[in-house]
Nanobody, 123 residues
Framework: QLVESGGGLVEPGGSLRLSCAVS????????MGWFRQAPGKEREFVAF????????NYADSVKGRFAISRDNAKNTLYLQMSSLKSEDTAIYYC??????????????????WGQGTQVTVSS
């Protein structure tokens, strides 16, 4: 089970940290991703991290502003978001791969999903 938290309302230029608590499996066995879905749009890839946390990848739209990380001891995945823009407004989802699939930017590459947490960037 994946449970996201940390969403909310933030002003443009602000920061927010999302968390994804993993239960039922050990986080260290999973490859993890963050996706988001804005109103009226398809769900899109945001970030990916390998099992050790030593390799990450980002969508161009968030590169340099967002950072994905993980604490395997706490079974928790994070997404630190900075310099937020109105276009970052979306429901954010964490997702898990039980084995590595290189097309990690595709929704179908993941086995488990959280329920999502709303992030709204507005003044």
């Amino acid at each position: 089970q994946l449970v996201e938290s940390g969403g909310g309302l933030v002003e443009p230029g602000g920061s927010l940290r999302l968390s994804c608590a993993v239960s039922g499996r050990t986080l260290s066995s999973l490859f993890m991703g963050w996706f988001r879905q804005a109103p009226g749009k398809e769900r899109e890839f945001v970030a990916f991290i390998n099992r050790s946390g030593g390799a990450t990848n980002y969508a161009d739209s968030v590169k340099g502003r967002f950072a994905i990380s993980r604490d395997n001891a706490k079974n928790t995945l994070y997404l630190q978001m900075s310099s937020l823009k109105s276009e970052d407004t979306a429901i954010y989802y964490c997702a898990a791969q039980t084995f590595y699939r290189p097309a990690y930017y595709y929704i179908d590459a993941y086995d488990y999903w959280g329920q999502g947490t709303q992030v709204t960037v507005s003044s």
